[in-house]
């Protein structure tokens, strides 16, 4: 008695086993019968799960949705020895049995019933608005990306290059005249010579004599621009804090971009200060080209976009910034090596954006040989400018120097006075891994 009585004060209860333990009772939660529709089985169908279905943007309006209750078949004691931790979820999937009175559909691929505000459901479970296209042998879902590669145009801000760079020997054509003039008439008195005496060492002496002549030459012709590029190489920097105005000065530092950003035209490298695409075609012995005056066994240039603007370079002497002029029809001699991107040989197939960029251009896409090579300077790549300093308005500038550049004699190269026109800039290679983040 009295334990009852604490078990009333106390709100404590007695288990089956005899013991009391606090609290009240738990109620006694009932199991779900094959009568219950508190969810209803869907077996996979969209259509059949209400509101569900108008998510997806399927009319329900029309045809009888409703949907019988699963008849579900006796457990087995494990299953409901397992049911009875699991209480108040009703499965349903492939192995949820049949529906009474009419076949199921089960957990398999949902029908393809679109609307106009979105696409199919694809077996990727994901959705996105817009229709696929229909190709048999592309995956659903995989959209192929479009490129555009039509001709940017920029204003008058921007330099547009020949691609040519203005440069050559610094010897008074006179001289020139003269010496082929002597070397002319040196081999004609030796083979007067030889035919009078008969006598055939006085031709070989005077081929001797006139040999290494033309060899300078020669390798004056082939080495020019490569003899010039390592002069300016091997040209000390100058310091920007000390340089007056007029002087011309070297600086090396990293560049940045000015107001309008270069890209290149194939690959489409974005934030350039100077951007080059070239189109070489080869020429064989018989065919046409799109240069007539293109000699046969050579390569020449079909087309070319070679861009620079206004730019910042920070010197790695002092780090003072300076402006280069070298937009609005500047006067630009770039050294920077291209790369080929593209290499078509006669029984090579194009591919479809090299095919796109030259009909963006009106350019034939024919049996020639072909090479497409990009040159370009990136922000943040390291740059030598080669030009006069100027200072205006409190603005430290590098404009393109009045007069051409002359260079003297390289005696030990074996090189004649060269000259080259314009602002210079030498970049070592396209600096992909070297750039500098700015």
Not at 74 to 93: C, D, E, I, L, T
Not at 141 to 150: A, D, N, V, Y
Not at 169 to 186: G, K
Not at 381 to 386: E, G, K, Q, R, Y
Request: hydrophobic content about 35%; some cysteine; aromatic content about 8%.
């Amino acid at each position: 008695m009295e334990n009852k009585n604490m078990s009333t004060r106390i709100g404590s209860h007695q288990l089956r086993n005899g013991l009391f333990v606090s609290g009240r009772p738990e109620q006694q939660k009932e199991r779900p019968t094959a009568t219950s529709r508190a969810v209803p089985y869907t077996g996979g169908d969209v259509k059949k799960s209400g509101e569900l279905g108008k998510m997806y943007g399927i009319d329900m309006s029309t045809g009888d949705h409703h949907t019988d209750p699963p008849i579900l078949k006796k457990p087995s004691s494990r299953a409901s020895s397992s049911s009875q931790h699991n209480s108040g979820s009703v499965r349903s999937g492939p192995n949820s049995g049949q529906m009474g009175g009419h076949k199921s559909s089960n957990s398999g691929p949902i029908p393809k019933k679109s609307s106009s505000g979105s696409g199919p459901i694809q077996p990727t479970g994901l959705i996105y608005s817009g229709p696929l296209s229909s190709s048999a042998g592309r995956r659903s879902g995989q959209l192929e990306p479009t490129i555009s590669f039509k001709k940017i145009v920029y204003g008058s801000s921007v330099t547009s290059l020949s691609g040519d760079i203005k440069m050559g020997f610094n010897v008074s054509r006179v001289a020139m005249w003269v010496l082929f003039a002597v070397i002319l008439m040196a081999l004609m008195a030796g083979a007067f010579v030889m035919a009078t005496v008969k006598k055939f060492v006085i031709l070989v002496a005077v081929g001797a004599a006139v040999a290494p002549i033309l060899m300078i030459l020669l390798w004056n012709y082939a080495y020019k621009e490569r003899g010039l590029v390592e002069f300016l190489r091997r040209y000390p920097d100058a310091e920007l804090r000390g340089a007056v105005n007029g002087q011309f000065v070297k600086v090396t530092g990293v560049v940045t971009c000015g107001s309008i950003p270069l890209e290149t035209s194939f690959q489409r490298v974005p934030r350039c200060v100077y951007a080059s695409t070239e189109l070489h075609e080869y020429k064989a012995c018989v065919g046409n080209c799109a240069n007539p005056r293109q000699r046969s066994f050579s390569w020449g240039r079909k087309h070319s976009e070679n861009y620079v603007g206004d730019f910042y370079i920070s010197d790695f002497q002092t780090g003072l910034r300076a402006l280069v002029k070298a937009g609005y029809g500047a006067k630009v001699a770039p050294f920077v090596k291209s790369k080929t991107v593209v290499d078509v040989t006669s029984d090579s197939e194009l591919s479809p954006n090299f095919i796109r960029w030259l009909a963006d251009r009106n350019l034939s896409s024919d049996d020639h040989v072909m090479r497409l090579k990009e040159g370009y300077i990136k922000e943040g790549s390291t740059v030598s400018v080669m030009g006069v300093v100027m200072l205006q308005e409190n603005v430290l500038m590098i404009v393109p120097p009045p007069e051409p550049i002359s260079i003297g004699c390289q005696w030990l190269r074996c090189l004649l006075p060269t000259y080259v026109e314009g602002l210079i800039l030498t970049c070592d290679d396209i600096q992909d891994g070297d750039v500098i983040p700015v």
